[in-house]
Structure formats: C-alpha cells, structure tokens
C-alpha cells in the first residue's frame, strides 16, 4: 500500500510539481510586476525530474545538494586487467561537491596486494599519486576514473547544473521490464545513455561509448543512505566482457574534507 501511494505521488507530480521550477524566474517577474508563464519541461526532463525525486526521497534537488555536500565512501572493487587477470582491491572515494561535476573535487585511493595509490580530480585535471610523488596515469587508468565522474549517475542527477541536455529517446520493454531510455549529453558533447525504470524510476543501467567500444554499467542493491537513494553494488561491462565489479562497505555524506586531500604539491 505505501509503494502504491508513493507511485500515486510521483504520477501526480509527473504532471504538476516542474512548474515549481518556475518559481525563481516569477520571483523575479512579480518584483517587476508582469506575469509568467509555468515552465514547460520536455517529456525526458519530467522522467529526469522524476527520478531526482526517487533519489532524494522525495525531497528534491536542494536536499541531495545538502546532504551530499561531501562524501566518503569505502568498498572493495574487482578489476579485469589487460592481460585478463582479476585483480581485488579495497578503495576509498572522497568527494567534495560543487555548483557542478566539472567543479567537483575527488580523490579516489585504491589499495592493491602489491601497489597503493590514488587518482584525483582537483576541479581542473586529473593526476596520480604514489608516495607522495605525483605521476601522470596511464590513459586506461585515467580514463576509467573519468568515466565514473562523466558517465555516472550524478550525470543525470545534476543534468540541470550541469548544464546538459536530456531526451527521452524511447520507452522499451526488456526482459520483462518497462524502461524509459534517456540520453543526456553535457556540454563537451559527452553522451550517456541511462535505463530508468517506468516502476520504481531507478536507474537500472546505463550506456557509453568510448574510443570506439561501448561500456554499459548496471546498479544491484539498492538502498537509502542518510534519506538518499544508493546503488552498493555496480558491474562495468566493456562489450560482453566484465571488466569491473565494486561493492560499497560504507558510505558517509557530510563529513569533513580538508582542502589539503586534493592539493598534492606538483599535481
């Protein structure tokens, strides 16, 4: 019964609660005394909208900007190396959110049996670092840490901040499941493809391409952390092949980070 009257909630927000996104813009027309106009939200903006709904629990844009206003998050990660070889490794991720992805500060530790080191993204560029000397990383390691930034959930999440269109590309039926299938490209014309559950509007799985091959990641193990909506289990695959498996152990939203964590000298 709670489900159904959580889903009757989200229908009547589908075609009402976006004019609320107007409100900024009337603020400003009734100081000016002229009216306006509710905003009108593209059929794939209203599914975006939807889910930022699911994932605040139903709370809205502003709480998943307060409450995640830092992350930590620890976990454990399998990783298929190229030379098809399972490497295990325990992780760490620290975020510091900003006004948009490109502004974000992360520094992801990963700890392997033989190596530790950690990649950061410090709002500008990306670098490594191992023990405490910085070193450029090697493009695939580079590039799977973008991935998870530019590729990731928080792509459709902050599609709004980040400045990034959303289309509602079709509504199909996969393995018995009913999905909205939306593209959201940000403004360096980077396109993820994000499968959204019509039943619970969870992201369920998502789409990429690069340099010629496509990556698809899929979420398992959902669950609410601090009142928002988490996936603590995700699988990367690259074609038929998996190539990446990370499991959550814990995560934390609002603790303290220090500046100095993305602040290496030399990086």
Known sequence: MRFKTFLLTLTLLFGSVFTAFAQDDKKDSDKKNT????????????????AILVYSNLRGRPILNQVRK????????????????????????????????DKEKIRFDQKF??????????????????????????????????????????????????????????????MGVDFYIL?????????????????????????YEQDGKKYRRKFYDYNYAQGTLVPYRTVLWEGDKQVEETTIS???FGPTIGDELFEVEGG
Request: charged share 30%; glycine share 6%.
């Open 250 to 252: 814990t995560i934390t």
């Open 35 to 50: 009216p306006t106009k509710p905003v009108q939200l593209s059929k794939g903006e209203q599914v975006a909208e939807s």
């Open 70 to 101: 830092t992350t930590v998050e620890l976990g454990n990660m399998k990783i298929l190396d190229a030379e098809g070889r399972t490497n295990n490794a325990i992780y760490e991720k620290r975020i510091q959110r900003a006004e948009s992805l």
């Open 113 to 174: 049996p033989n190596a530790e080191f950690a990649l950061i993204y410090d709002g500008q560029k990306i670098f490594g670092v191992f023990n405490n000397s910085v070193f450029t990383p090697r493009d695939d390691a580079s590039n799977a840490f973008q991935n998870q930034i530019w590729h990731g959930l928080e792509a459709l999440l902050r599609y709004k901040e980040n400045g990034a269109k959303v289309e509602l590309e079709k509504e199909e039926k996969i």
């Open 183 to 207: 593209n959201v490209t940000d403004k360096k014309d980077r396109k993820t493809t994000f499968y959204v559950s019509k039943k619970s509007l969870r992201v369920m799985m998502l789409e």
